[in-house]
Nanobody
Framework: QVQLVESGGGLVQAGGSLRLSCAASGGTFSGYAMGWFRQAPGKEREFVAAVSWRGGSTYYAESVKGRFTISRDNAKNTVYLHMNSLKPEDTAVYYC????????????????WGQGTQVTVSS
């Protein structure tokens, strides 16, 4: 059973940066694709970024492309989301998720989820 714990959220001004981390435990990290999703108040959870098990393939939502970077350190069982040039519309709870197999962008494709970390971007 994979367990995920996010950290690194907080309050930042527009144009600022944050780095989110997601630590995995409870099982092998091997073979798992990882994704970041977010959910703003009153909205559905949406895809942000995903990375393949070996880190060779990454995928991004159009709204964050060029500003966010997903990466992973398999030796530390940790995945990161580097967020630059943050905008107020990036404000949301950010969730880390895992699935065994290829990286995808669908919320329903992921079996394991963290509790989320709040990111608030002020204008």
């Amino acid at each position: 059973q994979v367990q995920l714990v996010e950290s690194g959220g907080g309050l930042v001004q527009a144009g600022g940066s944050l780095r989110l981390s997601c630590a995995a435990s409870g099982g092998t990290f091997s073979g798992y694709a990882m994704g970041w999703f977010r959910q703003a108040p009153g909205k559905e959870r949406e895809f942000v970024a995903a990375v393949s098990w070996r880190g060779g393939s990454t995928y991004y939502a159009e709204s964050v492309k060029g500003r966010f970077t997903i990466s992973r350190d398999n030796a530390k069982n940790t995945v990161y989301l580097h967020m630059n040039s943050l905008k107020p519309e990036d404000t949301a709870v950010y969730y880390c998720a895992a699935r065994f197999g290829i990286a995808t962008i669908g919320v329903r494709d992921y079996n394991y989820w963290g509790q989320g970390t709040q990111v608030t971007v002020s204008s």
